[in-house]
């Protein structure tokens, strides 16, 4: 055994773990093409990530014209699910140094979660197609634990903590909803600062800020 302070150390996975902003943007983009929306820049896509596909839909759309009604995006959103699963691994890929640190991570003997919004059934297959699946002991989507359960709500979480040994857990993200559901879980949780964080980040509410994924561990064993 070793003194590392942490046994389950969790991790969001868009602007978390894998930077999936240009196949997102190809997704969010062909769908409100099919309402004759203009494409988004990709780094103007960033900020809509975070509360689920859907939500990013429903803002995508908002920027580009003006909201649908809800009854618009239900007939949408399966287009723009269809389409990405279609297109989920064409440029998504780790943030630098995520190989190792999950490496480091699991040599220490700790446990690692992956707690999302995304659909699970799209998480399990975009971490399929990068061979990054059998790492975690869990993948917990927005949808797993049924409806109003995705973060900032605390329930994937708590659920990743009753699915995992006992002792300390951490959660890393990149926006408030990960801040805001760690905060309600009463964990600790690491922001990134190369995701998608909707608010600057002294504002997320994070326990630290890290810059690159060197900088975890180190940080995890101060916290
Ligand atoms: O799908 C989203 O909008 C967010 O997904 P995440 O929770 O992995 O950041
Ligand atoms: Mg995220």
């Known amino acids: 055994m070793t003194n590392f302070p942490f046994a389950i150390v969790g991790f969001d996975l868009d602007g978390t773990l894998l930077n999936t902003l240009g196949d997102l943007a190809g997704a969010v983009n062909y769908t409100i093409g099919l309402e004759g929306r203009a494409p988004i820049p990709v780094d103007e896509v960033r900020p809509l990530v975070g509360g689920g596909s859907r939500k990013m839909l429903a803002k995508a759309l908002e920027v580009t014209g003006g909201a649908l009604p809800a009854s618009r995006i239900d007939e949408l959103f399966p287009r723009l699910l269809e389409y990405y699963?279609?297109?989920?691994?064409?440029?998504?890929?780790?943030?630098?140094?995520?190989?190792?640190?999950?490496?480091?991570l699991a040599s220490r003997g700790v446990q690692l979660a992956l707690v999302t919004n995304k659909l699970e059934h799209l998480a399990v297959k975009l971490l399929g197609e990068l061979g990054l699946s059998d790492r975690f002991y869990t993948i917990i989507g927005g949808d797993s634990l049924g409806p109003n359960t995705a973060k900032p709500r605390p329930d994937t979480l708590l659920e990743m903590r009753r699915r995992g040994v006992a002792g300390r857990a951490a959660y890393v993200g990149d926006t408030t909803y990960d801040t805001g559901a760690a905060r309600a879980a009463g964990l600790p949780c690491v922001a990134v600062s190369f995701g998608f964080n909707d608010l600057p980040l002294a504002e997320l509410g994070a326990t630290a800020v890290i810059d690159h994924f060197d900088e975890l561990i180190p940080t995890l064993e101060r916290l």
Do not use: V, W
């Open 85 to 104: 699963e279609a297109h989920i691994a064409i440029e998504t890929k780790l943030y630098p140094g995520g190989a190792q640190m999950l490496d480091s």
